[in-house]
């Protein structure tokens, strides 16, 4: 256990002096409904939040505040906390209680991005306001390297076309795989087919078009690793 916990704290970039409050930032309410990520989640959201604006604001000097607001948003949505987490390899290191573990919670974007804030606020706690700041800014330097007041306002598919348009790639595939349970309570898994890479990057949402813009974030994200 300790080894694993090793391992994630590399690639966090932050050695936790009291490993209880990282094991409770891993742990889900299915495992237990007194002793879970929920309260550290609740201060991750708010110093995540401060963060990110505080970074917009300096390097946007002339941004209106509605852009900044977007662009904040853009930053902060479970979307892209769920990203974040998955570069860290968060997903392998969770508690789970037996039904999520068995519905596959550790790849769900909702928990993965509670999850991650609750380890914002673990980091908090143990090493203070500008420790945390660092690290966090350090897991989102590249986002905020690329994102601007134009293109903060554009979903993953859209940016994802036009990423393929400007290198005259073929444009991608959607393709549902699979529909489970009744609405309103369906899951929608979709595959998002890059034919000039020959990748297929598989998503699951509550709806159609949200299993498409995961799928597609994931396929930018690999795009801009490759390529940028």
Known sequence: MIQDLNRLMARLGYQFQDLSLLELALTHR???RHRNYE???FLGDAQLGQIISV????????AAEGQLTRMRATLVRGQTLALVARELGLGDHLTLGGGELKSGGYRRDSILADALEAIIGAMLIDGG????RQV???WYESRLEKITPQNAQKD???RLQEWLQARKFELPVYQVIKVEGLAPKQTFDV???LEQVEKTFA???ASRRKAEQQAAADALVWLEQQYD
């Open 30 to 32: 299915s495992v237990s």
């Open 156 to 158: 993953a598919k859209t």
């Open 136 to 138: 966090v800014l350090g």
């Open 203 to 205: 998503a699951q949402g």
């Open 129 to 132: 306001e500008e420790t945390c």
């Open 39 to 41: 309260r550290l989640e």
């Open 55 to 62: 970074a917009l604001f300096s390097r946007f000097p002339e």
């Open 191 to 193: 595959t998002c087919e």
